[in-house]
T-cell receptor
Framework: QKEVEQDPGPLSVPEGAIVSLNCTYSNSAFQYFMWYRQYSRKGPELLMY????GNKEDGRFTAQVDKSSKYISLFIRDSQPSDSATHLCAMSTGGSQGNLIFGKGTKLSVKP | SAVISQKPSRDICQRGTSLTIQCQVD?????MFWYRQQPGQSLTLIATANQGSEATYESGFVIDKFPISRPNLTFSTLTVSNMSPEDSSIYLC??????????FGPGTRLTVT
């Protein structure tokens, strides 16, 4: 079992739709959870950063973490064509190493 | 947040040669990381580079192949040595601003022929 599982998609939605992206993980020591957006031929861009369980909202984006189920989600409201990118979840235990473990990424396409 | 630049943005290199990639950040940071992203794949950590100490390499990556320097709190280099076509990837540096919160550079796209 991989440490982080993410459906690669592709996921295609019409403009204005609500998008739900998800990841599951196996390591209960993960404490920090991130969502990145990566456009083709670009570096990952940090969208959301959360610590431990709960919800965090920032504009059109909501990140949810359920540590009891080892499940994280990113919701995008009023999706725009500019959201078309690969969205990667990432997580970390923190500590002295601090390296991120990434999911494979979900390729999202928002059609005008 | 942090603003990170990388040089070169891309390069095409011949088998057996070496390439040094530079990473510059606009503020002082303790932890910097180097990742590799192979075509169609997610990111894999190569090593952690903290200023004042030797880089720590992940399983499958060795210092002779990927030597790293971290001379100060705003700069690091990664060298890809004795390249083969299997080294063709995007190489990304990142910095940790707060625990778990990492920002990435734009990447260096390397093609080895």
């Amino acid at each position: 079992q991989k440490e982080v599982e993410q459906d690669p998609g592709p996921l295609s939605v019409p403009e204005g739709a609500i998008v739900s992206l998800n990841c599951t993980y196996s390591n209960s020591a993960f404490q920090y959870f991130m969502w990145y957006r990566q456009y083709s031929r670009k570096g990952p861009e940090l969208l959301m950063y959360t610590y431990s369980s709960g919800n965090k909202e920032d504009g059109r984006f909501t990140a949810q973490v359920d540590k009891s189920s080892k499940y994280i989600s990113l919701f995008i409201r009023d999706s725009q064509p500019s959201d078309s990118a690969t969205h990667l979840c990432a997580m970390s235990t923190g500590g002295s190493q601090g390296n991120l473990i990434f999911g494979k990424g979900t390729k999202l396409s928002v059609k005008p | 947040s942090a603003v990170i630049s990388q040089k070169p943005s891309r390069d095409i290199c011949q088998r057996g040669t070496s390439l040094t990639i530079q990473c510059q950040v606009d503020s002082q940071v303790t932890m910097m990381f180097w990742y590799r992203q192979q075509p169609g794949q997610s990111l894999t950590l190569i090593a952690t580079a903290n200023q004042g100490s030797e880089a720590t390499y992940e399983s499958g990556f060795v210092i002779d192949k990927f030597p790293i320097s971290r001379p100060n709190l705003t700069f690091s280099t990664l060298t890809v040595s004795n390249m083969s076509p299997e080294d063709s990837s995007i190489y990304l540096c990142s910095v940790e601003v707060t625990v778990g919160e990492q920002y990435f550079g734009p990447g260096t796209r390397l093609t080895v022929t």
